[in-house]
């Protein structure tokens, strides 16, 4: 349940996440959700229209004129009337969530209206495209079907001409954060111990940091995902887009895995019905459970991941230990490598290994990924992080600064950061 300000019950995001949910994942809702609160308290306290305030099921006009708004004053964007719909542009001052806000606020009035509590037309609709079938785009052969955009014989029709939203960003440019603090695991793991963290948020946090996976990825991992590879430190795992089709694998190391067995011998047979040995469990059991022996959810993890931030006195949420993977991993390139021939494979093994789902460039990379050569490349990798924790860990008991600490972002005439911001953008 969601609750106002007031403490009062505020039924619309309620059933707008409940909703959602099975639409969506459960980590997308949540995020929705909190970038609505954010906006219905500005609703409620500063919009005004025509010398009053606006509600949230106000006339749609006066909705529209509410978000226009919220995106110049709160999100620091400038909009700029068109005909039928608004041009959003970013500035310097723009926040992150811009998009996400945008994607969020229109799919609260697509369910409000498909539930029956908004009784007008969608804000967030440009009413001039609605009858519009934009997947009927005529190709450039007359009366033939259009070609397939892997065919490369016709030029890629720009969606965003022809979309549906009223309010359009025009100079969309996703920047990455670059995440290269070499400590910042360990820094996490410190917190979690301060903060008394269970075997099972300690194993999920490793996951995290040394597989580069998605939180939802870990969290519907099962026993038959495990079985199903034959490295004892791999995983089966599904992919963003994969409709849970176990599509790509995921690496851990010995000291996690150690962990995983210790979690699944001892701490989770306190909560599960079947409190049977890894052997006898079945494949669709899901390897991280709740304390009443359900599936853990990501809801129930990310109140115990922000406890542990908070320890640590840090904002961070658990997706920046992706970009902490790719950006470490990235520099490990850069740092191990002798040619320019061999950083281009690795970077193509990467590619592979996070399954970055580009058409126009996963297509080209897609048979040059070879499992054994990242294989070989992640165990270096493994050894790398382990020394590093104990140097930490040493470190941090002698009160000393390790280097690392003091170094977030180096810059590298060899670094090439544009390929790295073009691969995270894929990535998401």
């Known amino acids: 349940m969601v609750f106002d300000d007031e403490k009062n019950h505020f039924p ?3 059933e707008y996440y409940h909703y959602q949910i099975g639409r969506v994942s459960e980590g997308t809702a949540l995020s929705y959700l909190n970038v609505l609160e954010s906006f219905f308290y500005w609703l409620k306290t500063k919009s005004l229209y025509q010398g009053e305030k606006v509600k949230w099921d106000s006339l749609t006009l006066a909705v529209k004129s509410a978000i226009k708004q919220y995106l110049q004053k709160e999100l ?6 068109q005909d039928s719909y608004e041009k959003v542009f970013l500035t310097n001052k723009s926040k992150r969530t811009v998009n996400h806000f945008l994607a969020a606020i229109k799919a609260f009035y697509k369910t409000m209206k498909k539930i029956g509590m908004y009784n007008y037309n969608n ?7 609605v009858d519009q079938d934009l997947n009927e785009v005529k190709g450039e052969r007359k009366d033939r079907q259009r070609m397939p955009k892997i065919a490369g014989t016709e030029e890629p029709v720009n969606y965003r001409k022809v979309t549906d939203s009223y309010f359009k960003i025009m100079n969309d440019e996703w920047v990455p954060e670059v995440i290269g603090e070499w400590d910042l695991p360990y820094k996490v793991y410190n917190a979690g111990e301060k903060s008394k963290w ?14 580069g996976a998605r939180i939802s990825e870990i969290l519907e991992l099962t026993i038959g995902d495990y079985r199903n590879r034959m490295d004892k430190h791999e995983f089966s795992a599904f992919n963003k887009g994969s409709f849970k089709r176990r599509s790509k694998f ?3 190391s010995p000291e996690t895995l150690k962990l995983l067995i210790r979690y699944i011998n001892l701490e989770r047979k306190k909560f599960t019905n079947n409190p049977v040995k890894f052997e006898n469990l079945s494949n669709d059991e899901f390897i991280f459970i709740s304390q009443r022996g359900g599936k853990y959810k990501y809801t129930a ?9 908070s320890t640590a006195g840090m904002k961070l949420n658990p997706h920046k230990a992706r970009h902490w993977f790719v ?13 320019k021939a061999e950083i281009e494979d690795k970077k193509k093994q990467l590619i592979g290994y996070m399954k970055w789902r580009d058409s126009e460039t996963i297509n080209v990379y897609e048979h040059l990924y070879d499992e054994e050569k990242f294989r070989d490349i992640h165990e270096q990798m493994i050894q790398t992080y382990t020394r590093r924790e104990k140097e930490y860990l040493k470190n941090k008991k002698s009160n000393k600064e390790t280097f690392a600490t003091k170094v977030i972002t180096t810059p590298d005439k060899q670094f090439d950061e544009d390929w790295l911001n073009d691969f995270y953008e894929g990535m998401e």
């Open 12 to 14: 619309p995001l309620t």
């Open 76 to 81: 620091g964007c400038k909009v700029r009337d």
């Open 123 to 129: 804000p967030l609709v440009n009413l001039d495209l």
């Open 198 to 211: 269970n075997l099972r948020d300690e194993v999920i946090i490793r996951f995290l940091f040394e597989t």
């Open 250 to 252: 995921i690496r851990i």
């Open 301 to 309: 993890f990310y109140n115990n991941w922000s406890k542990i931030i």
């Open 327 to 339: 950006t470490s991993r990235l520099r490990g390139i850069y740092e191990t490598s002798t040619s």
